[in-house]
């Protein structure tokens, strides 16, 4: 018996000098967990990463649920701008996103959140100052030997005096996640991406499809003198009000209607988004088209969710979400129907869409507010709704789902002006909520 007994203290010994050894990891990095009953394993291997400078390693048995990260505190000063850079390798980690993330803590000396830095007019009318919350840094390119690059640029809180960085591997069963070249520094800040955003509101007469497109032109040379980046048209332009079926009134893209605005476009020096029925051999799509400023079209998005009078007529839908990187900044688009379905924009957000475009004939404001809040992105629509039946508007709404700018009467353009390089952080401690989307969504049968 006392054999046994000596063996199990042996054991024990062992096992409390292998806990030891693991926690000792170089460089004042720290192993945690939120429970030891979760607590995964942690190791550092002294040569290995794209640069040799070792690697932090976690590694998950075959249960559920096991959570752990490594941790480090660097001072910061408040209100200067810092550059987080890690490269990341995964081994049997079925969802990146969810599963092996950076989270960067902004705290003063006591170890305590700090207040977010928000203009005290969002302070006023919303009677509350919220909290720093965790900064989520991206997921970038992947290397050929599997080392992916995250990142991410952050402006310290004014009473911030540390950083936390945490760096982990959570609910992944067999996983396995190496850290490495590790670098948190002092950086410039970014430059100002202030865009001006603008909405016309107008119903086209009908009287063909290309007095439809000519009725635009004086609006969009308003919007222009009002210094306008990127302006936002109606629905299917060239169809509407003008008495005929869609397929009588499609074409191709790039076709007639593009080039005509294309001209516009480069006449004024700015983006414009316009709907219209595609031609492509034999089917017939609900389009809106992105056209730059140098004239020619940067894109299209298909429309995917029909309503059945579209149905009814033939109309095939899209399947596609597609968002483009311009000048002025990453730009998704839908149409109408589509702002019925939250999953529209959250496709375009994953992609990395900052502002929506979204030609829409009608629909209920709250989806429109509803579909700019959950994705904190910019959404610029453009209706041919009257203000007077308290229905859908033509308007810029800001990532809390405000209408910041709103073009109250027919023939009218509103603008509003954004700044695209700072996130916007809403009231009641939501943070930067565009960067913790991608790590919180949940798991689709898609993606």
Partial sequence: MRSILNLLTVLGLAASIASAAELALPNGWQAMSPRDEIRPA????????????????????????????????????????????????LTDVRLPRRSALVRVLWQNNAGKMVSADVP??????????????????????TDANGWTTVSGWYRAPASATRAVIELHLQWAPNGRVEWSDIDFAKTAPPP????????????????????????????????????????VLGETVPYANVGKKPHETAEPVPGPTTDYFGGLAKQHHLHIVVSLYERDEHLVYNVAAL??????????????????????????????????DTKIGKIGMM??????????????????AEVIAWPVWGCNPLL??????????????????????NWMISAVFDPFGKPI????????????EVELSQPYIG?????????????????????
């Fill in 42 to 89: 942690f190791a550092f291997e002294p040569h290995a990463g794209p640069k040799q400078a070792g690697s932090y390693v976690i590694t998950h048995d075959g249960r559920e649920g096991l959570d752990g990260w490594i941790q480090k505190s660097f001072p910061v000063t408040g209100k200067e701008s810092y550059r987080f850079t890690a490269a990341r390798k």
């Fill in 120 to 141: 005290p007019e969002q302070v006023a009318e919303y009677g509350n100052t919220p909290t720093a919350e965790p900064e989520h840094p991206a997921d970038g390119p």
């Fill in 192 to 231: 100002s991406r202030k865009v001006r955003l603008a909405t016309i509101h107008h119903r086209p007469t009908g009287k063909s499809p290309r007095k439809n497109c000519e009725e635009y032109a004086p609006l969009i040379a308003e919007a222009a003198a009002k210094k306008a980046d990127l302006v």
């Fill in 291 to 324: 056209i730059g400023p140098d004239g020619k079209l940067i894109g299209k998005y298909r429309k995917v969710c029909l309503p059945h009078g579209e149905v009814e007529n033939g109309i095939a839908p899209g399947n596609d979400y597609p968002v483009f």
């Fill in 335 to 352: 149409v109408c129907y589509d702002g019925f379905f939250p999953e529209v924009a959250r496709e375009l957000s994953n992609r990395g």
């Fill in 368 to 389: 429109a507010k509803a579909r700019a809040a959950e994705n904190h992105v910019y959404v610029v629509s453009s209706t041919y709704t009257d203000t007077q039946n």
């Fill in 405 to 416: 700018a709103q073009a109250k009467t027919w023939d009218s353009v509103a603008v509003a």
């Fill in 427 to 447: 009231p009641w401690n939501l943070g930067d909520f565009h960067s913790m989307i991608e790590r919180h969504r949940p798991v689709t049968t898609s993606r």
